[in-house]
């Protein structure tokens, strides 16, 4: 089936501007995922969503991130006000979601930002 | 907070020869453990996992792992290396009991196969 599709996969803007990032995770998975990994480190975590509801967000670096899941699938993250700091790859993830147990979280390919 | 440390950054194996990759881990409880692969323009694959139970676990491609809670460290062995491994390897440590959640991934390892 399907895994994790990232739309763009490349993303080029100027320093300033505002930026969408789309996430589509596998079908029935009921949890999702951003990382963001810069050159030469591992992906690092920026927001957790159950459902619709953002379960946890406190790898979001600043207010200039934000991210939505609306319907409990698709997600995008929006990134305000870009920064040269802001240039990474960010990894989307999505897993199952079955009472209190960990379930394997399924990667994307990524897409890279590149901010001039 | 729980943290990772995968000491080596590059490593350079021959072709039919053993590998193991290093990882240390620092959480005060119960950790579940993971090793993932990311080859260029992919996304990172699981290769195996440790929750609980045997301290050596069997994943994908040949790989293996052994957990020793003594020495906070989960290295990732293979016995004879492919070319077709060369690629970047990940250690990450999540919280045992927690349900879904974060994980926290180490800097990773760069593997070069020469022939």
């Known amino acids: 089936g399907a895994g994790v599709s990232q739309t763009p996969s490349n993303k080029v803007t100027e320093k300033g501007k505002y930026v969408e990032l789309r996430c589509d995770p596998i079908s029935g998975h009921t949890a999702l995922y951003w990382y963001r990994q810069s050159l030469g480190q591992g992906p690092e975590f920026l927001i957790y969503f159950q459902g619709t509801g953002a379960a946890d967000d406190s790898g979001l670096p600043n207010d200039r991130f934000f991210a939505v899941r609306p319907e409990g699938s698709v997600s995008t993250l929006k990134i305000q006000r870009t920064e040269r700091g802001d240039s990474a790859v960010y990894l989307c993830a999505s897993s199952l979601s079955t009472g209190g147990f960990y379930n394997e979280q399924f990667f994307g390919p990524g897409t890279r930002l590149t901010v001039l | ?115």
Do not use: M
């Open chain 2, 1 to 115: 907070a729980q943290s990772v440390t995968q000491p080596d950054i590059h490593i350079t194996v021959s072709e039919g020869a053993s590998l193991e990759l290093r990882c240390n881990y620092s959480y005060g409880a119960t950790p579940y453990l993971f090793w993932y692969v990311q080859s260029p323009g992919q996304g990172l694959q699981l290769l195996l996992k440790y929750f609980s139970g045997d301290t050596l676990v069997q994943g994908i491609k040949g790989f293996e792992a052994e957990f020793k809670r003594s020495q906070s460290s989960f290295n990732l062995r293979k016995p004879s290396v492919h070319w077709s491994d060369a690629a970047e390897y990940f250690c990450a440590v999540g919280r045992a009991n927690f349900g879904n959640e974060k994980l926290t991934f180490g800097t990773g390892t760069r593997l070069t196969i020469i022939p």
